[in-house]
């Protein structure tokens, strides 16, 4: 059972460059999340998309963007970075159709950026 | 906005005893969701228990039990004979029923002591 699965698991970036996290959920959830986590500070939202074809800003948007390609695949792209972005990230997933919908988190993608 | 606040950075526990992790929010919603979260040092999200606000009855899952408090905005998560496993760090987090954000607190980092 892959769950969900977010790639790559580490990655060293220098300011200014660009990259895109991917993930993907095979559980056919319709709400699909980007999470960041630091210390003190918990997880906060950066972007959500309730179903496909839509997308939504949480806490903490600035500096990112996200594509919802399909019902299974939600990536997250800095297309600037900042040390400011130095996270672990977190793609999650819900399916939220009627009820508490139980996040799936994926393994969580670390970031820095030098 | 909803806020969720977990007031203890650290706590920790002996073996076989029972620990108490504390968790308050702000809403102004009448219906909504609470959940808890484990994240062992492996990074990996795991859903703990969740309560519904509309639930009088208190949630229990074998050793994990919610003292909810929906007047007092209170939800702690108590764990009974802690073992060594149950160290992680615990977020509490909040979702509106009719929303498909969750918002999470700071977390509380426990660590059972052998």
């Known amino acids: 059972n892959a769950g969900v699965t977010q790639t790559p698991k580490f990655q060293v970036l220098k300011t200014g460059q660009s990259m895109t996290l991917q993930c993907a959920q095979d559980?056919?959830?319709?709400?699909m999340y980007w999470y960041r986590q630091d210390p003190g500070m918990g997880l906060r939202l950066i972007y959500y998309?309730?179903?496909?074809?839509?997308?939504d800003k949480g806490e903490v948007p600035n500096g990112y963007n996200v594509s919802r390609l399909n019902k299974r695949e939600f990536s997250l792209r800095l297309e600037s970075a900042a040390p400011s972005q130095t996270s672990v990230y977190f793609c999650a997933s819900s399916r939220r159709v009627v009820g508490p919908g139980e996040l799936f988190f994926g393994e969580g993608s670390r970031l820095t950026v030098l | 906005a909803q806020t969720v606040t977990q007031s203890q950075p650290e706590m920790s526990v002996q073996e076989a005893e029972t620990v108490t992790l504390s968790c308050t929010y702000d809403?102004?919603?009448?219906?909504?969701?609470l959940f808890w979260y484990k994240q062992p040092p492996s990074r990996q999200m795991i859903l703990v228990i969740r309560?519904?606000?509309?639930?009088?009855q208190n949630a229990t899952e074998n050793r994990f039990s919610v003292n909810f408090q929906k007047a007092a905005k209170s939800f702690s998560l108590k764990i009974s004979d802690s073992q060594l496993g149950d160290t992680a760090m615990y977020f509490c987090?909040?979702?509106?029923?009719?929303?498909?954000?969750?918002?999470f607190g700071t977390g509380t980092s426990l660590t059972v002591i052998p």
């Open positions: 987090a909040f979702m509106k029923s009719t929303g498909n954000q969750f918002y």
């Open positions: 559980m056919n959830h319709n709400s």
């Open positions: 809403t102004s919603e009448n219906n909504y969701y």
């Open positions: 309560q519904e606000a509309y639930k009088q």
């Open positions: 998309s309730a179903s496909e074809g839509t997308t």
